[in-house]
């Protein structure tokens, strides 16, 4: 089924892909094997500087576009760039998000509209801009996560959030079928990017570098690997949802977390 070339399957030979948060983290492991693999990528996000270096690290043929995930008309004009510069688009990865505590006791609304807005929203107004520039036979993941069906203390938002892009994967598959567009998700665990050390992200705001260094060790023995996992190992599952290797899935979701959420 697959070319191999270079010592790397071809997967996505000919296949143009875009990956919104694609600078960083998931996204940036994502871009760099989905590129691997022989497809035409573009990656968005907010900050130039860490756009440039993605391109810098994958090669000058990746399109970086500069995009605010939570204004509908940037998407809007990003899904404009890629028909311009790839003509249409096979792989759409809406993995641009933020995570954050938010305990019932003393969450402000601006701060739960804002994780809603990037997490939920934003999804749904970047799959309705590129959804017309989508081929068919083309291939969309969500980046759900292990939260989406658990109860963890301070989560509410994020763990909403998230059980409502697991519920689009749902939907949105029913909905593009009519298109030979499939829809699925991928469930990340705990995993070892930028976003763990976002403000508020751990049950101890403020802390010290020792401290969120005991929360890693304190999290990792909850997982039954033993460790965090790798942007590398969620951009695995990516990369077979985006190919024809997953052609017979439909509305599933992927779950890549060590075990946390199953044992
Ligand atoms: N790491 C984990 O443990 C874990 C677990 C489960 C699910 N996930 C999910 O995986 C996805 C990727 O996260 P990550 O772990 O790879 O962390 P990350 O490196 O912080 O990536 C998040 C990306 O989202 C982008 N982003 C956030 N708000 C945005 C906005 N308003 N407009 C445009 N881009 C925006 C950021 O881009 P800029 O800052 O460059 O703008 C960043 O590149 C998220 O949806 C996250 O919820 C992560």
Redesign the pocket.
């Known amino acids: 089924m697959f070319n191999y070339k270079d010592g790397v399957y071809r997967m996505l030979e000919n296949k143009t892909v875009l990956i919104?948060?694609?600078?960083?983290?998931?996204?940036?492991?994502s871009a760099k094997l989905m590129h691997e693999a022989g497809a035409r990528v573009a990656i968005?996000?907010?900050?130039q500087p860490?756009?440039d270096k993605a391109r810098a690290a994958i090669g000058d043929d990746l399109l970086t576009l500069q995009?605010?995930?939570?204004s509908t008309e940037?998407l809007r004009n990003m899904a404009a760039r890629i028909k311009d510069s790839f003509g249409g688009l096979d792989v759409f990865f809406a993995?641009?998000?933020?995570?954050y505590t938010t305990p019932l006791s003393n969450t402000t609304e601006e701060a739960f509209d804002t994780l809603m807005a990037?997490?939920v929203k934003?999804v749904f107004f970047s799959l309705q801009a590129v959804e017309p520039i989508m081929r068919e036979g083309g291939s969309v993941i969500l980046?759900?996560?292990?939260?989406n069906q658990v109860g963890a203390p301070g989560r509410a938002a994020?763990s909403a959030s998230?059980a409502a892009v697991r519920s689009f994967a749902r939907t949105f598959s029913a909905e593009l079928q009519s298109r030979r567009i499939r829809v699925n998700a991928v469930?990340?665990?705990?995993?070892?990017?930028?976003?763990?050390r976002?403000v508020g992200q751990s049950e101890f705001p403020g802390q010290t570098e020792a401290e969120f260094k005991d929360y890693l060790a304190s999290a990792a023995k909850q997982i039954p690997f033993g460790r965090?996992?790798h942007?590398e190992e969620?951009a695995a599952a990516v990369l077979f949802l985006a190919s024809d290797a997953s052609n017979y899935m439909l509305g599933s979701e992927l779950v890549v977390d060590g075990g946390l959420s199953e044992l």
Do not use: E, Q
Request: proline letters at 6%.
């Open positions: 919104t948060g694609g600078a960083s983290g998931i996204g940036l492991a968005t996000g907010r900050d860490k756009l995009v605010d995930a939570l940037s993995n641009a998000g933020v995570a990037t997490n934003s980046n759900t996560a292990w939260l994020l998230k469930s990340p665990g705990l995993i070892d990017t930028p976003i763990l976002g965090l996992g942007p969620v």
